[in-house]
């Protein structure tokens, strides 16, 4: 059989698919990339900086992988308005949880609109101390930002019951 670049390609393709069949888990994305409009205005100062509040931490737990047991998730709730927003990670004991670019909320306009980020927190009921700290920029939809805000994300960590 030739293997050629695509061929070899569609194999991949095929053995991620049964990679995420076998793990399959189903998490619910509330954000989605926020999208400048088609006119961007210049303003020398910044908006003021976005009030970003923390909504819930959830850690993972012991269970199936395929029940998702192995996320931890937090939710922010930005003001609500036709804004996305930038997560910059200044500090982090877990690593990465935000996307790049600029995201808004998938909820609409709802008030207060929340965003769900997700990470692997692993398939257990002892969970580590979290903190992040991250800078959070928002810009409208032409194109003005806003001073950054700094939020602290801190969790105190899980012990299982022994």
């Not at 999208?35 to 737990?61: D, F, N, S």
């Not at 909820?107 to 997700?118: C, D, E, N, T, V």
């Amino acid at each position: 059989m030739n293997v050629t670049p695509a061929r070899l390609g569609l194999v991949a393709f095929g053995l991620v698919g049964l990679v995420d069949i076998a793990n399959a888990c189903s998490l619910y994305r509330s954000y989605e990339p926020f999208v400048l409009g088609p006119k961007i205005r210049y303003k020398a100062e910044l908006e003021p900086a976005p009030e970003v509040h923390i909504q819930e931490i959830k850690r993972g737990h012991s269970g199936e992988t395929t029940a998702c047991a192995n996320w931890g998730s937090i939710v922010l709730t930005v003001p609500a308005g036709d804004a996305g927003y930038s997560f910059e990670i200044i500090e982090s004991s877990i690593g990465e949880v935000f996307p790049s670019g600029f995201v808004r909320s998938s909820s609409g306009y709802a008030f207060p609109a929340g965003l769900r980020f997700y990470w692997s927190d692993g398939a257990t009921d002892d969970q580590e101390l979290i903190e992040l700290l991250v800078r959070i920029t928002a810009v409208s939809r032409d194109g003005v930002l806003s001073e950054p805000t700094v939020l602290k994300i801190e969790h105190a960590g899980v012990q299982a019951a022994r």
